[in-house]
DNA sequence: GCCGTTTTCGGCCCGACTGTTTTCAGTCG
């Protein structure tokens, strides 16, 4: 059982917990420890070998125990017990927009139902207004829930959201009272999947700005609609919620509705033990304002260096700020070039000519041309025979023009043996060469890892693609032990991708610290099919950003010139 | 259930909105 398994139980028993209508403090124990639990860099399994678990903060005697249980048996008493006391339907029914765990077990004690199909039947025979504490109102709410529910089950992918995030920012800024929005929440965070779009704005007339909200051409339905906070539905599908405040407390509303909750739960116990209170209206000392023109004074006035948003997950930020050790990150002016571009000759559309106008216009230094190699049959992978003619187009490129420098390489499949695509004399020719799994998903989690492992042994090796084959909201990851990977590729200096497509965002943010730690590089690649897959770029330094990494960690922030040095360097051995 | 350099008991972040209520519980963030 791994970590990410020990902390799904967890989760499990918290919310089964709070069905049960259990002391919600123990339910809160229950949901920390899942948190802490996946934010762990090493197994937890090797901490209850040498008895540490429970030296974590968070993890007390009874979370201790139960995790020894469940590494040992695979699962505790108590996880069986309220499993059975409710089934696994009426756990899907608290995803249902706007039911909670008090309605859900009135639902399910009171009317019998389990699931959400029932809950839906229920309604439509009007059954739930006759229930205490709901009525009309609520049955028709929880409808339109489970409808939202059924269509979307709840999450996007930060790439789709951000832009419509954007333009709805756009259309508040027109507003005339509108002195200053903002996109707040998990996208300001630069979450890889979001729930909702959050907004705060500064105005003097908020509930002129709601009314202008609320009948924007994007929004479909309102679900909530008061003086200073609304909620829609827009058309693509995805909730919108706006709060309005002064502009004195924006910086305070701001901070708030960005989170994550987890950070804000820290941050307001260190303001209480300040004798400060923070909530979204203010930083206050007893009933008086300490006023604070932006975030970086409200973490000032708590002894803390300024926290960008990225990193607000309370894992460790709030320590590193105080000790002012927080690292300066990464930025997207930063980025000189990058690797991983397809072109017309496997999967792409665009020509290398076309992706050298493309980067200049970007303002890149340089480009890494990688297509597929000769096993990926389905994306038109290069024969060794057509390898040559693309090698020569590359070349006479690099002669005709000086704004953007063209690197060829090759994504080569690692194929099931750990082996890569083509014989060493062909893999020398390449000035790159980025190995990534695409076939065969299905091997055990040891086989797996020791294919890629063999693959970063490869002396041609330069960067693994896509660690983890993940597809977000689509397809899991492959199993594979990361962590021994990316010691691996430590070993043989093998740059870790930072796969910068919206669907990927492969390696995952989580594991950066570790990564980190082993003093890997990380080159952040559009992994690029068309031209404007040269935007996901952004998307990559914002998870980049929240894996804490700097300028000097990321491989593509190098100049060209350095560039080129490292990539002969690394043939050379 | 977790925590603790005044504490091993008594706290644990806080407010808006909704709907069903006549004063508040549930949900959400």
Known sequence: MDNKEIAQVLNEMALLLELAGENPFKVRAYSEGA???????????????NG?????????????????????????????????????????????PGLGPKKVKDLFEKLGIQSVGELEYACHENRLIALPGFGQKSQEKILKGIEQYKRFQGRFLFGEVYPLAGGIKENLEGHPSVRRVSVAGSLRRRMETVKDIDLVAAAEDAEGVMDFFIRLPQV?????????????????????????????????????????????????????DWGFKLNEYGLFRGEKLVSCADEVEIYKQLGLDYIPPELREDLGEIEAAANHTLPVLVEEGDIQGAFH???????????????????????????????????A???????????????????????????????????????????????????????????????????????????????LENPYTTILGHPTGRLLLAREPYPVDLGRVLEAAARNRVVIELNANPHRLDLDWRWMKKAKELRLKIAINPDAHHLDGLKDIAFGVGIARKGWLTKGEVLNTLKEKDIRSFLQGRKKR
Do not use: C
């Open 35 to 49: 948190r802490i639990i996946e934010a762990l860099d090493r197994p937890a399994a090797e901490r209850v070998r």
């Open 52 to 96: 540490t678990l429970s030296q974590i903060k968070g993890i007390g005697k009874t979370l201790t125990q139960q995790i020894t249980q469940l590494l040992q048996d695979g699962t505790v008493p108590l996880y069986e017990e309220l499993k059975k006391r409710f089934p696994e339907g009426v756990r899907e029914m608290l995803r249902v």
């Open 220 to 272: 479909a339905e309102v679900i909530a609609h008061g003086p200073t906070k609304s909620a829609v539905l827009l058309k693509s599908g995805i909730q919108a919620d706006l709060r309005v405040v002064t502009p004195e407390q924006f910086p305070f509303a701001l901070h708030h509705f960005t989170g994550s909750k987890a950070h804000h739960t820290a941050l307001r116990g260190r303001a209480k």
């Open 341 to 375: 571009f397809h072109t017309f000759y496997s999967d792409g559309t665009p020509t290398p000519a076309q992706w050298v106008e493309a980067a200049a216009a970007y303002g890149l230094k340089y480009l890494g041309i990688s297509d597929h190699s000769q096993s």
């Open 377 to 455: 049959a389905y994306a038109g992978g290069l024969k060794v025979e057509e390898l040559e003619k693309q090698r020569q187009e590359i070349a006479a490129l690099n002669e005709r023009q000086k704004k953007v420098r063209l690197f060829w390489g090759i994504e080569s499949d690692i194929l099931p043996d750990g082996s890569l695509d083509y014989p060493d004399e062909i893999l020398a020719r390449f000035d790159f060469v980025i190995a990534s799994v695409h076939s065969r998903f299905n091997l055990t989690e040891e086989e797996m890892t020791a294919r890629i492992i063999k693959a």
